[in-house]
Nanobody, 120 residues
Framework: QVQLVESGGGLVQPGGSLRLSCQASGGIGGIANMGWYRQAPGKQREFVALVTNVGNTDYVDSVKGRFTISRAGDMSAVYLQMNSLKPEDTAVYYC??????????????WGQGTQVAVSS
């Protein structure tokens, strides 16, 4: 059974930094890409950043230059380094992975979410 376990959220002051981690496990055959989404109160979930299994990355415009996504070499984990945090970055951050297992074809999997709060 696939599991995505996130860690690293918390409360930080504006201008501060946090590093999110997501560890994937459970009968994984191959991972095409992993990424992060976020959902602020009263808003829809939005894409934040993605890294592919060949190292290509993509970011939503609002985090470019501030956030950096990286991955473990075997794609077992993905990280999000968040610098220069702003109050508008406050949200629940969800790890996402598009992968196939040894018994199931490709599909998207989600972590349980980790809260990031940016406030003075």
């Amino acid at each position: 059974q696939v599991q995505l376990v996130e860690s690293g959220g918390g409360l930080v002051q504006p201008g501060g930094s946090l590093r999110l981690s997501c560890q994937a496990s459970g009968g994984i055959g191959g991972i095409a890409n992993m990424g992060w989404y976020r959902q602020a109160p009263g808003k829809q979930r939005e894409f934040v950043a993605l890294v592919t299994n060949v190292g290509n990355t993509d970011y939503v415009d609002s985090v470019k230059g501030r956030f950096t996504i990286s991955r473990a070499g075997d794609m077992s984990a993905v990280y999000l380094q968040m610098n220069s945090l702003k109050p508008e970055d406050t949200a629940v951050y969800y790890c996402n992975a598009n992968l196939h297992t040894f018994v199931l074809g490709p599909r998207a999997y989600w972590g349980q979410g980790t809260q990031v709060a940016v406030s003075s």
